[in-house]
């Protein structure tokens, strides 16, 4: 993304099967190099999705054999959340697990802690990565326009790395935005990304987007075009197109008058497994963006469905994906350029983005403390921002 400028990817949340399918054949359509991933809420020990960190690799593997997909493609753990020490202690054990399951990249999210704690989660938890793999941390948890990320704060996190040897490749804010289906006119601020990004642009760091449901495709060209973002995640988007429900031109879904979504009867799951979803909702109640939930147990039944009404689930995906990297991301032909890249490094690592700056005698553990407390931070409302 960077090789071509101006140019993010999809890092598309899997969180079933027709949204891996989907989304490959668009990238390959677009020859575009991507990324499918899963975040911890989603696909951890906890998890709502059948998809889920120790799966995805295989899945995506078997589809791209199947399908022939020749385009660069990246595995990414998204929001590996770390809460405590307690978090810390189990991610010792279980990242190792999940690289090993096949995964290339993680997103260490422990931007519900305060920043010192943030920063040295980071430090105790990067040991257990591969020297290859790829590495987002995130500062700034995603709540829309309360705890709204700062340069400060950023600089803080990546100049703590830094001086540790430790070179992000993404870094993800809460800029504005939040997860599900965005519903304000507020959406992403790009300024206030743009601003962070060019405070850290002497340490190669480049952007993550979250919560991209729901932006308006103008709105999304601007991260584009004024900041240094490569990597977009979109979940919920893809999880309501896969199941055909009525989506506008960006992803959210459409409501009727009583506030329930439209099921579209040419696209997505039959009508009769859409009406056995909205039953089993009502019972559960379920409702509104916790129709996520539904993935888990309805995985197996949308999987028995005949092969026409699968391959409309995974088309409807496939359409959608490869808009958004060909007319808003900008992500056409970045797989010649990976493939380039991979050829000229003559590995999949091609090394780590930045270098060394910052002086490790000014960020020992003790120094990370005495500099945490001079930060003007506002988190923002306590409260569950997981996804």
Same mark, same amino acid.
């Given at each position: 993304m960077i090789k071509k400028g101006n140019a993010m990817t999809? !890092?598309?949340n899997g969180r079933n099967h027709f949204v891996i399918r989907g989304a490959l054949m668009?990238?390959?359509?677009a020859n575009a190099a991507i990324l499918l991933e899963i975040a911890k809420s989603e696909g951890?020990?906890?998890a709502y999705c059948p998809v889920n960190y120790w799966n995805i690799a295989r899945q995506v593997d078997a589809v791209v054999n199947e399908l022939g997909i020749t385009v660069p493609v990246a595995i990414h753990a998204d929001h590996y959340g770390i809460k405590s020490d307690k978090d810390v202690e189990e991610a010792r054990v279980e990242i190792p697990t999940m690289f090993e399951a096949?995964?290339?990249s993680i997103a260490i999210d422990a931007s519900h802690m305060p920043?010192?704690?943030n920063l040295l989660a980071n430090l105790a938890l990067h040991a257990y990565l591969p020297d290859w793999a790829g590495y987002e941390t995130e500062i700034g948890e995603i709540k829309g326009t309360l705890g709204l990320s700062t340069p400060d704060e950023a600089l803080f996190l990546i100049q703590g790395l830094n001086a540790n040897d430790i070179f992000p490749d993404w870094i993800a804010l809460n800029n504005g935005t939040t997860h599900g289906i965005e519903q304000s006119d507020e959406g992403i601020q790009v300024p206030l990304t743009a601003q962070i990004h060019?405070?850290?642009?002497?340490?190669?760091?480049?952007? !993550?987007q979250h919560g991209t449901s729901g932006n308006n495709s103008e709105r999304l060209r601007c991260i584009v075009q004024e900041t240094h973002t490569t990597k977009a995640n979109v979940a919920t988007a893809l999880q309501m197109i896969s199941w055909g429900v009525k989506v506008n031109d960006f992803g959210n879904a459409i409501l009727d008058e009583g506030g329930e979504f439209v099921k579209m009867p040419d696209a997505g799951m039959s009508e009769e497994m859409w009406r056995e979803m909205v039953a089993y909702a009502k019972v559960q109640d379920i409702k509104g963006g916790n129709y996520k939930k539904l993935n888990l147990p309805f995985e197996n039944k949308l999987l028995a469905q005949p092969i026409e009404i699968r391959e409309r689930m995974a088309k409807g995906v496939e359409d959608f994906v490869y808009g958004l990297l060909t007319r808003v991301f900008n992500a056409q032909d970045t797989a010649s350029l990976a493939l380039e890249a991979i050829l000229e490094a003559g590995?999949?690592?091609?090394?780590p983005k930045g270098t060394r700056i910052e002086d490790p005698t000014q960020w020992t553990e003790a120094r990370i403390h005495e500099r945490a407390e001079g930060l003007d931070s506002d988190k923002g409302p306590a409260g569950d921002f997981d996804d």
């Open positions: 999809i !890092a598309a668009a990238a390959q359509r951890g020990r906890s096949g995964m290339t920043d010192q704690e060019e405070a850290l642009a002497k340490y190669n760091v480049s952007g !993550a590995s999949y690592d091609l090394g």
